[in-house]
């Protein structure tokens, strides 16, 4: 093989790990936020409880 497409293929393969590692990162970042605020919301839910006077 030419030492060029070598270069070319390592480039795609290096690109590709970056793309896929990005996405990743993504997703996991996403999935916290959406935690943080099912969390924030159970407390909104508690807290509108208490001041309605509803026992859970």
Avoid at 8 to 21: D, E, H, P, R, V
Wanted: proline residues 0%; charged residues 25%; glycine residues 10%.
């Amino acid at each position: 093989m030419d030492a060029d497409v070598i270069m070319k293929i390592a480039g795609l393969l290096i690109t590709g790990g970056a793309i896929y590692g990005g996405i990743r990162a993504d997703l996991r970042a996403m999935h916290e936020r959406i935690s943080d605020v099912k969390e924030s919301a159970a407390l909104a839910h508690r807290r509108l409880d208490q001041l309605t006077g509803v026992r859970t």
